[in-house]
């Protein structure tokens, strides 16, 4: 009778491990209007919005893309992973006089622009949880080591699609 019941009790063991692990491996993109105060909402397909941003969460985390003026008919939300050819090292964002860091990674997809007014509101609203501020600087380090501090929009360079 044990015996029985351990079976059973593994064959469900399994079966829930194999779901967890299947539900594990699935990406998921989520697509946000952001609106003109920084803050994002969910895609509204009546809406012309001023800049998207593209959250693409695999099981390496997210991936962040921002969009500003995008073109209807564009599949911002393709299953392609997009990734740049010349790649940042790291990256530090100083607002109002304190410094975070950001994960660089999030952020390094290509065809992506960051540091405008409209993704600086956006960043610090949701992603760094701060009021927002129009003195935002960036400190990036690129893939050849050199260190520029910006406050001037930054375009993630030419892209490679990896499927």
Same mark, same amino acid.
């Given at each position: 009778?044990?015996?029985?019941?351990?079976?059973?009790?593994?064959?469900?063991?399994?079966?829930?491990?194999?779901?967890?692990?299947?539900?594990?491996?699935?990406?998921?993109?989520?697509?946000?209007?952001?609106?003109?105060?920084?803050?994002?909402?969910?895609?509204?397909p009546s809406?012309?919005?001023?800049?998207?941003?593209?959250?693409?969460?695999?099981?390496?985390?997210?991936?962040?893309?921002?969009?500003?003026? &995008?073109?209807?008919?564009?599949?911002?939300?393709?299953?392609? +992973?997009? $990734? =740049?050819?010349?790649?940042?090292?790291?990256? %530090?964002?100083?607002?109002?006089?304190?410094?975070?860091?950001?994960?660089?990674?999030?952020?390094?997809?290509?065809?992506?622009?960051?540091?405008? &007014?409209?993704?600086?509101?956006?960043?610090?609203?949701?992603? +760094?949880? $701060? =009021?927002?501020?129009?003195?935002?600087?960036? %400190?990036?380090?690129?893939?050849?080591?050199n260190?520029?501090?910006?406050?001037?929009?930054?375009?993630?360079?030419?892209?490679?699609?990896?499927?």
């Amino acid at each position: 009778m044990w015996n029985v019941f351990l079976y059973v009790l593994l064959f469900f063991y399994k079966c829930g491990r194999r779901l967890a692990l299947f539900f594990q491996a699935q990406d998921s993109v989520r697509v946000y209007m952001v609106l003109a105060d920084g803050t994002q909402a969910p895609m509204d397909p009546s809406a012309r919005p001023r800049a998207l941003v593209v959250k693409r969460v695999t099981n390496g985390g997210a991936r962040y893309r921002f969009v500003e003026q &995008p073109k209807p008919a564009h599949g911002y939300a393709s299953d392609a +992973l997009v $990734v =740049p050819k010349n790649k940042m090292l790291g990256m %530090t964002v100083d607002v109002g006089g304190r410094t975070f860091p950001i994960n660089v990674d999030e952020f390094n997809v290509g065809e992506s622009t960051l540091f405008t &007014p409209m993704f600086n509101r956006w960043l610090c609203m949701n992603y +760094l949880g $701060v =009021p927002p501020r129009d003195d935002v600087s960036a %400190t990036i380090v690129d893939s050849e080591v050199n260190v520029v501090v910006t406050k001037k929009p930054v375009r993630i360079g030419e892209a490679v699609i990896v499927e």
